[in-house]
Nanobody
Framework: QVQLVESGGGLVQAGGSLRLSCAAS????????MGWFRQAPGNEREFVAT?????????NYAESVKGRFTISRDNGKNTVYLQMNSLKPEDTDVYYC??????????????????WGQGTQVTVSS
């Protein structure tokens, strides 16, 4: 089992920034690719970003966040981050981190991941 706990969500004005963190415990964190997804009520869970299992590993982003969001991980701290800049009202969602085994570049669907956090709310006001 891998337990994931997100933090760092909140309310921010459009154009602002937030940094989400996801702390992992349980099985060896460094074995897992890590992803961020987001979901609004009534919508499907949407891929945001993913990073391969090693610190500084290769990354993959949804087109809607490329150039604005950065995913990174620190295996020494068992933590993955999502730095979100130039936020837009349409970025408002609950953000979830997830852990799965595989190549991050191919892991863009929720079913690619085994473990999920409880989510953290991000609200961007216009």
């Amino acid at each position: 089992q891998v337990q994931l706990v997100e933090s760092g969500g909140g309310l921010v004005q459009a154009g602002g920034s937030l940094r989400l963190s996801c702390a992992a415990s349980g099985r060896t964190f460094s074995n897992y690719a890590m992803g961020w997804f987001r979901q609004a009520p009534g919508n499907e869970r949407e891929f945001v970003a993913t990073v391969n299992w090693w610190s500084g590993g290769s990354t993959n982003y949804a087109e809607s966040v490329k150039g604005r969001f950065t995913i990174s991980r620190d295996n020494g701290k068992n933590t993955v981050y999502l730095q979100m800049n130039s936020l837009k009202p349409e970025d408002t969602d609950v953000y979830y981190c997830a852990a799965g085994l595989g190549a991050a570049a191919k892991m863009t669907e929720p079913y690619d991941y085994e473990y999920w956090g409880q989510g953290t709310q991000v609200t961007v006001s216009s």
